[in-house]
Each structure stands twice: as structure tokens, then as C-alpha cells.
């Protein structure tokens, strides 16, 4: 091939490139606009939103124009958050609130309700995702185990509480944050808050295979609702949510520079979250998981209806409601 020949391939090669750029940033911007204007006057939960997927999670959709509320139980923290959000953010994006949650405590749960039910008229989506990752055994204020009563029986409250408001706002949405490792989680019926044995890592799948089960039940039960439950895997994330993780001290540098190179930023982590919140494609969908924006398929004790049903049954006993 010739010199020119060769340049003007360069030129047609560069054109195509910026043409694409140009189109790729067209997309972005209209789509932007489209889910702003989604967005726009819808009022979202977003549990655990000071830090990691929540935190990005709350970005995102106040970058559409939404009415996040950021329910979380360290207020100092949360004050923090939300004035490098609303910096990141800008004065165009939605409105920001924050309120005091914390999903280890019943009574705070109730408190937390009755504050939205009586200030809110409407709730258009919540989101279930804060969680507390392989902690050491310790229980909650009543009595749980820490990582099931927060990951599974604080927002199972929390969801009933607010049920009929959704209900009364639909179209409305559910999205519940869970885990892959729930492939490694089982249901003990007679060890739920591991009194007879305790393995963290264990006791976190469990509470993650929770989450999938009450999403099953939850969308059987909210058929013709106008309310729609999905859950979300969103991949291995570089949060703090692995603080109790030990790594050794000379291994934290590798360590470090393997989450960097191998484990999803907090903006990828949330962009299920997001999608699950707002796209009007699933906004018919009911009782799926997702993970990276595409449907994903669960082990069979994920999905067992007879199981989501005893758990859903055991775990009204456990905080003292009827749905």
C-alpha cells in the first residue's frame, strides 16, 4: 500500500472515530435526558446511602433528576456524603434528603416509617441496599444475628411498613441489593440467628439468599399491584464494605492493587441499581435478578416458593408484624 493510500485510510479511519465519538456522546447526553426527565418528581429510598454502591446509587439518580432520600444510621457520616454529592452533583440535579435509619433496630425501623408514611405522599422507589459483609458474631438490638437481622430482617420491616404507600404510588418500584455469594448461603430454620454455630462468611450468604427468597414472595404477593420487586447482584466492588475482611498487613498492598485492577468501581457496582430504579424496561418485570443490566438466571434455592414462603412466614413472627 501506497503513502497516501495509507493516509487517506488514516483520515477515513479518524473520521470514523470522531463520527462515533460525536454519536456516542449524542446517546449519552439524550439518554441522560430521557431518564432525567423519568426521574424528575419521583421520590427514591436508598438505604445505606453514605458510602459504596449507595452512595454511587443516590449520584445516579439525582443526576436524573430524583428526590433521593438517604436512609442511613451514621448522621455525621451521611452530612458528609451528601455535601460531596451535592458538589459532584450540581445545582441542576434532584433533590437530596437525608434521615435517620438504622436496620439493626426495629424500633428505629418503625420510626423511620412512620416519619415517610407521615411526610411523604408518595414513595416511587425503594431501594434495600445497605448490608453489613462477614461482621464478627454479634446481634443486632433485638436479638438477631447482625448480618441476617440487617441484610434480611430490617429491610423486610422496612418494606412491609412503607407497602401500602407504595402501593398507593404505583407505578412504583422494589429493588432489593443481594449477592452472588448467596450460592454458598443455606436456610437453617432452626439456626436462623446462629446460636448452635456461627461462620461469617456462611452467615453473609445466607442473609444474601434471604434477600432472593423475599424478593420471590414479596413479587407473588404484589401481582396487579402496580409494584414491581427485582433483586440485583452487582460483582465484586471496591467499597468498605469488606472492612471486617483481615488481610495481612504485608499482603494489603497486592491487595489494594488487585482491587484496583480486578474489582468494580462503586459507579459500575451501581449501574444495576440505577437501571433496576428507572428504565422502562423492566418496569413490567417481576421477581428477577440482574446483574450487569442483563437478567440472570439463580440456583433452584434461590427461587423455592415453598422455602420464600416459610421465611416470609418466620420472619413476620421474628419482627412482629403481619402482612
Known amino acids: 500500500m501506497s503513502f497516501d493510500s495509507q493516509r487517506r485510510l488514516y483520515k477515513c479511519d479518524r473520521l470514523f472515530f470522531i463520527g462515533e465519538a460525536v454519536l456516542a456522546y449524542l446517546y449519552t447526553v439524550l439518554s441522560l435526558t430521557v431518564s432525567f426527565q423519568m426521574m424528575r418528581g419521583k421520590t427514591i429510598i436508598v438505604t445505606g446511602a453514605n458510602s459504596g454502591i449507595g452512595k454511587a446509587t443516590t449520584v445516579g439518580l439525582l443526576r436524573r433528576g430524583g428526590r433521593v432520600i438517604m436512609a442511613c444510621r451514621d448522621m455525621k457520616r451521611t452530612e458528609e456524603a ?104 443455606e436456610i437453617d430454620f432452626d439456626d436462623l440467628s446462629s446460636e448452635r454455630r456461627y461462620d461469617k462468611a456462611f452467615a453473609y450468604g445466607r442473609s444474601k439468599l434471604a434477600n432472593l427468597l423475599f424478593t420471590c414472595e414479596l413479587a407473588r404477593r404484589l401481582e396487579g399491584t402496580g409494584v414491581v420487586v427485582n433483586a440485583l447482584t452487582p460483582g465484586i466492588v471496591r467499597t468498605n464494605l469488606g472492612r471486617h475482611v483481615n488481610i495481612p498487613f504485608l499482603a494489603r498492598p497486592l491487595w489494594e492493587l488487585a482491587s484496583r485492577a480486578f474489582f468494580k468501581s462503586p459507579e459500575e457496582g451501581a449501574q444495576t441499581s440505577v437501571y433496576l430504579a428507572c428504565s422502562p424496561d423492566v418496569e413490567e418485570v417481576q421477581g428477577k435478578c440482574f446483574a450487569d443490566c442483563q437478567e440472570q438466571k439463580l440456583l433452584p434455592k434461590a427461587t423455592d416458593q415453598d422455602v420464600a414462603r416459610k421465611l416470609w412466614d418466620i420472619s413476620e413472627v421474628m419482627v412482629g408484624v403481619t402482612m
Do not use: W
Open 82 to 185: 451528601a455535601q460531596e454529592i451535592r458538589l459532584e452533583t450540581g445545582p441542576d440535579s434532584g433533590e437530596l434528603l437525608i434521615k435517620y435509619l438504622d436496620l439493626a433496630s426495629l424500633k428505629s425501623v418503625h420510626s423511620f416509617c412512620e416519619d415517610i408514611i407521615k411526610e411523604e405522599p408518595r414513595i416511587d422507589v425503594l431501594i434495600n441496599n445497605a448490608g453489613i459483609y462477614q461482621c464478627p458474631y454479634t446481634r443486632t438490638e433485638d436479638g438477631f444475628e447482625m448480618q441476617f437481622g440487617v441484610n434480611h430482617l430490617g429491610h423486610f420491616l422496612l418494606t412491609n411498613l412503607l407497602l401500602d404507600l407504595l402501593k398507593r404510588s404505583a407505578p412504583s418500584r422494589v429493588v432489593v441489593v443481594s449477592s452472588k455469594l448467596y450460592k454458598y448461603g
